[in-house]
């Protein structure tokens, strides 16, 4: 399986301030057609997961720009500036290109 | 608008099959490249997928649950399901169904959740 380790686990932040997670593979993520399928999602207390970035750097419907994702191969990250309440919660990285599909074991963004 | 809405029995005991219930609205899975996965989470702790189903009737297993899992559609009835055979207490947790949707591979919707205890 496809190990997927976060960092950091825990990530206390100001409000307005920026953040950075990071995402690393055990092995590339990139799939035979080309696509890297490695995803961010954002689960506010007491709620489902939420998907924010998908294929490395696309935001999904509604997701303000001050959520960005980059990277490539093996080496991912999110960056969030400008953070709000609302960003608050614990953030996963999700990779789909091989089965089993695995997620990150998820950093928790507090106010400092 | 796609909403999905996983339900279950709440409480079984170790031995038991699990049946698990998703009902959604807003997209079909007769649809070419409509899928519908799920995935779970004990509380306090990390998220795992289990299992995909597509519109033609794929299906993919996490093999860490060694051949306990089966992953169906009703397609008519807009719904998915999921069986765990032989739950033990390990499997306590919540389980969410998400559409797999325009992007293959992406879980782009997903569901409140259903919380599953397993105790004696």
């Known amino acids: 399986d496809v190990v997927m380790t976060q960092t950091p686990v825990s990530l206390p932040v100001s409000l307005g301030g920026q953040a950075s997670i990071s995402c690393r593979s055990s092995?590339?993520?990139?799939?035979?057609?080309?696509?890297?399928?490695l995803h961010w999602y954002l689960q506010k207390p007491g709620q489902s997961p939420q998907l924010l970035i998908y294929?490395?750097?696309n935001r999904f419907s509604g997701v303000p720009d001050r959520f960005s994702g980059s990277g490539s191969g093996t080496d991912f990250t999110l960056k969030i500036s400008r953070v709000e309440p609302e960003d608050l919660g614990d953030y996963y990285c999700?990779?789909?290109?091989?089965?089993?599909?695995?997620f990150g074991a998820g950093t928790k963004l507090e106010l400092k | 608008q796609v909403t999905l809405k996983e339900s279950g029995p709440g409480i079984l005991q170790p031995s038991q099959t699990l049946s698990l219930t998703c009902t959604f609205s807003?997209?079909?899975?007769?649809?070419?490249?409509?899928?519908v996965g799920w995935i779970r989470q004990p509380s306090g702790k990390g998220l795992e997928w289990l299992a995909n189903?597509?519109?033609?009737?794929?299906?993919y297993y996490n093999p860490s649950l060694k051949n306990r899992l089966t992953i169906s559609k009703d397609t008519s009835n807009n719904q998915a399901f999921l069986k765990i055979t032989n739950v033990d207490t390990a499997d306590t947790a919540t389980y969410y169904c998400?559409?797999?949707?325009?992007?293959?591979?992406?879980?782009?919707?997903w569901g409140q959740g259903v919380m599953v205890t397993v105790s004696s």
């Open positions: 998400a559409r797999i949707g325009a992007y293959p591979g992406i879980f782009d919707y």
């Open positions: 807003g997209f079909s899975l007769s649809t070419y490249g409509m899928g």
């Open positions: 189903i597509w519109w033609d009737d794929d299906k």
């Open positions: 092995q590339s993520l990139v799939h035979s057609n080309g696509n890297t399928y």
């Open positions: 294929r490395v750097s």
């Open positions: 999700l990779q789909s290109t091989h089965f089993p599909y695995t």
